[in-house]
């Protein structure tokens, strides 16, 4: 419900629209009137339709978990996938992600579209290309939105979980990121637009809406793992709230406040739902300003722009695994 890139990129061409981009035609490409109302409809049948799906959801998985409460307390053992069960695993991989990613890069290398992608026509005049224009400035803001978005979204999560007694900003923040990004750029346009219109605090306001969740959730599955002994000694010691967040806490919960920086930083970086419905001059972020070279027709450039957008993406996956892992 909540992709827009993909339908953009694969649906818009081939004649096959989704709620997504009719919002985004509505209000980035028309001129009608009643363009904006359609926009406001679509995006608020899509908020419905998350939210009970939602509270749906929310309200089947607390069944199941009091009906596993009352029954046997022995934990199912976890079943031995086997040889087998990772070929599946890497075939699946290979060919929903490494194959198309391939492609993606011998595109951005190969001098022309239509020719083969073998070294001979390889060139990186298409990577040198992709940086003309505003792709220096693009970069920036994205990096920039990034970190600010994982700044404050880990420095949230971490606040409001310090306090055992505040419970209610797990279901709302799961509720902001449930809601898809083009419904909930249409709400922050409406709310904040007559001030922050074309400036990349809109957007910024968006991502802080939808990423919250993530740092959330990250930073409080690892509460549970404080020595509690260790924060009442700290307590008893005359030590205030704000000296026991520091001195105990947060360095308990240092792996998982990076780990919930990284993952915020990896959404901000690549998205692009919200950023083309926000965005104005000089605002445009690198997701925006490659899918607007692709509009434009240039493959090339545009298989260019890509994998400069993809690269930093996969490291911060990498990291983010490998501290997940530990």
């Given amino acids: 419900m909540n992709s827009f890139g993909i339908p953009a990129v694969l649906g818009i061409p081939a004649g096959y629209p989704t709620i997504t981009t009719r919002i985004y035609s509505d209000l980035a490409r028309s001129a009608d009137p009643a363009a904006f109302e359609r926009a406001l409809v679509l995006a608020a049948l899509l908020v419905v339709v998350v ?21 046997s307390a022995r934990e199912p053992g976890r079943p031995e996938s086997g040889p ?3 070929i599946v695993v890497w075939t699946y991989l290979g060919l929903t992600t490494g194959l198309p990613l391939a492609a993606l890069t011998l595109t951005g290398l190969t001098k022309a579209v239509g020719l083969a992608p073998v070294p001979s026509n390889w060139t990186v005049g298409n990577f040198a290309e ?9 970069t920036g803001r994205s990096l920039l939105l990034a970190a600010v978005a994982a700044t404050v979204a880990a420095a949230l999560g971490l606040l409001v979980r310090a306090r055992p007694s505040v419970t ?18 249409v709400a922050v346009l409406l709310a904040y637009g007559p001030w922050l219109r074309d400036t990349l605090l809109i957007v910024l306001v968006a991502y802080l809406a939808k990423f919250w969740a993530l740092a959330d959730r990250a930073v409080a599955g690892s509460f549970g793992s404080i020595d509690a002994d260790a924060t009442r000694a700290a307590r008893v010691s005359g030590a205030r709230p704000a000296l026991t967040l520091r001195r105990i806490v947060l360095p308990m919960l ?26 104005g001059p000089g605002t445009a972020t690198l997701a925006v300003h490659t899918l607007n ?3 434009l027709g240039d493959i090339t450039v545009t298989a260019a722009l890509a994998v400069l957008l993809t690269v930093p993406g996969l490291i911060a996956a990498v990291v983010v695994g490998r501290r997940r892992s530990r």
């Fill in 293 to 295: 070279v692709q509009q």
């Fill in 84 to 86: 087998r069960g990772a």
């Fill in 51 to 71: 939210l009970l799906v939602v509270v749906t959801g929310d309200r089947f998985i607390r069944t199941a978990v009091r009906s596993r409460s009352g029954g």
């Fill in 254 to 279: 240092r792996p998982a406040v990076m780990a919930a920086w990284l993952l915020v930083f990896l959404f901000g970086l690549h998205e692009l739902t919200m950023s083309s419905l926000l965005y």
């Fill in 130 to 138: 992709a940086w003309s224009g505003d792709a220096w400035g693009a």
């Fill in 168 to 185: 209610w900003p797990g279901g709302v923040t799961a509720a902001a990121f449930a809601v898809p990004g083009s419904a909930l750029a």
